[in-house]
């Protein structure tokens, strides 16, 4: 590129970093070689570096900047003071005329292919050592939105070259060990997309929290997307998997959340200010910012994105809402979660319990224990004690010298792509962020645990609580001819886990997602007169708000949550047990007392199996069952195999599989296999009568164990004699095994007893079983003791393959 001192975006890419900067060279980039691809970018041009060196050169600046900076290194003055000072430098600087008059041309031939009269443009800073693969530099120059006219141009564009020099941008090109003066500063100016009345928001081709690739990450909030990149509002949250978007058949949303969105941007009308803040409307509050086609039209762009420039990316999108068009108004390296091993890492776990004093969105995988210390108001930045946890209403960009100080980071407000949570991660400082009510919670000087290690969900605990770190290295676990899957209970855990090599999920608890994730009796959404209890009723009106049938909202939450779960493991299959409450979990649900009755052993009672043809529970296995067919035929995950819990008789086993075609779910159709628990005698007993309905069994060691010795699993005054290993278990467990591979079908276990004894994971090899499933946090120990086994048996004779 020549030294010219405006260029268009269209003329521009990323060879062109140090004449545009980062952000414009991307800018550039897509418009370019994307748009055919469809993705929109809106118009603009980009001034050079050459114009920013002009600019400093005509000044005379450069000996005053340089005179400032060494008095804030020899200490002589602080950093507000330096940064001001170098500010005011630039703010009674002139532009050299051919600079002016170029700057006019080009926003006159933007504003004429708009359709003429003033443009309203964005102006945004592209720093020079901006967006780097090691250096996302984010949030440390400015932005100015709804700018119109030449004067407001040329003034706006004189104030971004002046936030070269924030306080925020000064401390961290210091801890990046940037020279200043070697940044330049090139200023983008794109035409505004009407999101002040439609929706905008950022996104990530990764996960922030996890590094899975396979997911999109995407914030939306209703107006201007500063909001969002402030942390000023919550935002909804959407997850899009990726594999999934080239079949046109399959609509691959895996998490939907509705933030509260409390407020929201838009243009000022008259006056100096060029955006203002206002309240949203209920609507707006109740209401996902964008359509089902709108979350994978922009995870389709951040694949796009992502394969063009061949690492994860972080994105700003918006949406206009006078024409309903989608756009991309920035791309850049993601630089935290694509920098990590996918081989090592560290597993961080409490190792005992306290009192929540609020909780968020967890930003990080970590824990941390100090003071915490409660600043409200920016001016009192300074007071921060270094290793303190900051407590504050939000983090934006001029908090980040403190942030770096800061043992942990708690928030009111922001969701988990706000800027201060991608500085968060980028410090490797976690942070609990959107907590509504920290600074209300928490007292200053208040010894406080931040954890990050229990899935997205973040929670600030009272006192220190004692935790441990594990350094893991996943490089150096052997290979098993047996299929060693993992227990997966939340779906947050199951992105927490993706880097296991698990061979699949070998249970997934659907009791827990409707435990946590939709908390109602299935029942009390389906016949919500019945629910008498007030509070009850109040409660189930505020979690389906927004449904226009309540039914969906269990319908889609569990969908939703089996998706999330899967997805790391995809293709592999994914074993979804359905619900296996007891009569007495279920009575906890909210509105769950009107329909269950009190029994007197519920361990052998209403459960499983029994409840789903049972017209006491069918219409709400029958939601359970469209939840199951919506992940596999419309999200599209056909690795789902479903298994049925606590099946005593084949006669039951029929009347099951029967209500299950009814409601969609017809075994071999589409694929879909269908499994069984194992772990009732009678499974063992009539096991070649069991196998010849089903696809596969799953030893249930707990109950088999329990049914076996009757012994009750619950009880203390037995727990000596509850042991896997009995021989009489063993015995049971070696039938089921003999049985199921004589009529051709797979077989695995769940439970904790090979973890817990290695010569009963040896036990179980020697008996040639398919698939061992193990919790998470054992899985790395007992595939070692796996494989040793393995190595033991085929010293005495050869091993099958085992069937995955």
């Known amino acids: 590129m020549d030294e010219r001192y ?141 700018v119109s006219g030449e004067r407001e141009l040329l003034d706006a564009c004189r104030r971004c070259y002046a936030s070269l020099f924030t306080d925020r941008a000064i401390s961290y090109r210091e801890v990046k060990e940037f020279d200043h003066l070697d940044v330049a500063l090139s200023i983008g100016v794109q035409r505004m997309v009407r999101s002040d009345v439609g929706g905008s928001g950022v996104m990530f081709s990764i996960d922030t929290e996890t590094g899975f690739p396979g997911a999109a990450v995407i914030s939306a909030t209703w107006g201007l997307g500063e909001t969002v990149v402030q942390g000023t509002v919550n935002p909804d949250k959407y997850l899009v998997f990726k594999p999934l978007l080239d079949d046109p058949t399959c609509s691959p949303i895996i998490e939907k959340t509705m933030g509260p969105k409390e407020r929201k941007m838009i243009y000022a009308e008259g006056g100096s200010a060029r955006t203002r803040m206002v309240d949203t409307k209920v609507r707006e509050r109740e209401s996902f910012v964008l359509k089902d086609e709108e979350i994978v039209q922009l995870g389709r762009w951040a694949a796009l994105v ?212 939709i908390a109602v009796h299935p029942m009390a959404l389906v016949h919500p007169e019945r629910v008498t209890d007030e509070n009850d009723r109040r409660r189930i009106a505020e979690l389906t708000r927004g449904y226009r049938d309540p039914k969906e909202y269990f319908v889609q939450s569990l969908a939703l949550g089996i998706a999330k779960l899967t997805a790391p493991y995809y293709p592999n299959p994914v074993i979804v047990r359905l619900s296996d409450f007891k009569t007495n979990e279920y009575a906890h649900l909210v509105g769950g007392s009107a329909f269950e009755h009190l029994e007197e052993n519920p361990m052998l009672g209403f459960r499983g199996a029994s409840r789903y043809y049972d017209e006491r529970y069918r219409e709400g296995f029958a939601l359970e069952c469209q939840a199951l067919k919506r992940v596999r035929e419309h999200i599209g995950f056909t690795n789902v195999i479903v298994m049925v819990p606590f099946c005593r008789t084949p006669a039951e086993a029929d009347r099951v599989l029967a209500v299950m075609a009814e409601n969609g779910l017809v075994r071999g159709e589409n694929g879909l296999q269908v499994y069984m628990m194992c772990e009732i005698p009678s499974n063992v007993i009539l096991g070649e009568v069991f196998a010849a309905m089903f696809d596969g069994f799953s030893i249930g060691s707990n109950d088999l164990t329990q049914l076996v010795l009757g012994v009750d699993r619950d009880s203390e005054e037995l727990a000596a004699l509850f042991d896997e290993r009995d021989e009489a278990v063993e015995r049971m467990i070696s039938e089921a095994i003999h049985k199921a591979h004589a009529a051709g079908i797979k077989i695995g276990i769940c439970g904790q007893a090979p973890s817990n004894y290695p010569d009963f994971a040896a036990f179980l090899v020697s008996e040639g079983i398919d698939s061992i499933s193990l919790n998470p946090d054992s899985f790395l120990k007992t595939v070692g003791r796996i494989a040793e086994a393995e190595k033991r048996v085929e010293a005495v004779r050869p091993v099958v393959p085992a069937r995955v």
């Open 306 to 517: 992502e394969a063009h420039y061949g690492h994860p990316m972080d994105m700003e999108w918006a949406k206009d809402g006078v024409t309903g068009e989608l756009f991309m108004v920035q791309a850049r390296p993601e630089t935290v979660q694509s920098r990590k091993s996918g081989t090592r890492f560290t597993i961080h776990r409490l190792t005992e319990t306290g009192t929540v004093l609020v909780s968020g969105a967890a930003i990080g995988d970590s824990i941390a224990s100090a003071p915490a210390c409660v600043i409200r108001n920016p001016a009192d930045i300074e007071s921060f004690q270094d290793g303190a946890i900051l407590v504050t209403e939000m983090t934006d960009p001029d908090w980040v010298p403190i942030m770096m100080r800061a043992a942990g980071i708690v928030t009111d407000h922001g969701g988990p792509t706000s800027h201060a949570a991608i500085i968060s991660r980028e410090l490797g400082v976690p942070a609990v962020v959107g907590t509504g009510n920290a600074t209300d919670a928490i007292r200053n000087g208040q010894t406080i645990t931040l954890s990050c290690a229990e899935g997205d969900q973040g929670h600030v605990y009272d006192g220190t609580l004692a935790f441990e770190a594990e350094e893991v290295d996943l490089g150096s676990l052997p290979k098993t001819r047996t299929a060693v899957m993992v227990n997966i209970a939340s779906p947050a855990a199951a992105f927490q886990w993706w880097r296991l090599p698990a061979d699949g999920v070998g249970l997934a608890r659907m009791e827990f997602i409707i435990n946590n994730l």
């Open 6 to 146: 405006v260029v268009r975006f269209d003329e521009i890419g990323m060879a062109d970093i140090p004449q545009v900067g980062g952000k414009n060279a991307s800018l550039g980039e897509m418009v370019r070689t994307l748009g055919s691809e469809g993705v929109r970018v809106p118009d603009g041009f980009a001034t050079t570096s050459a114009a920013y060196r002009a600019f400093v050169r005509s000044n005379g600046l450069e000996p005053a900047i340089r005179a400032a900076l060494d008095r804030y290194h020899s200490g002589d003055a602080t950093l507000r003071v330096t940064g001001e000072a170098i500010r005011e430098l630039f703010l009674a600087g002139e532009f050299p005329d051919q600079i002016a008059e170029t700057i006019r041309t080009f926003y006159a031939a933007l504003s004429k292919g708009a359709g003429g009269g003033p443009l309203s443009v964005a102006v945004r800073s592209s720093a020079t050592a901006e967006d780097l693969p090691d250096a996302s530099f984010a949030g440390q120059q400015e932005t100015f939105l709804n």
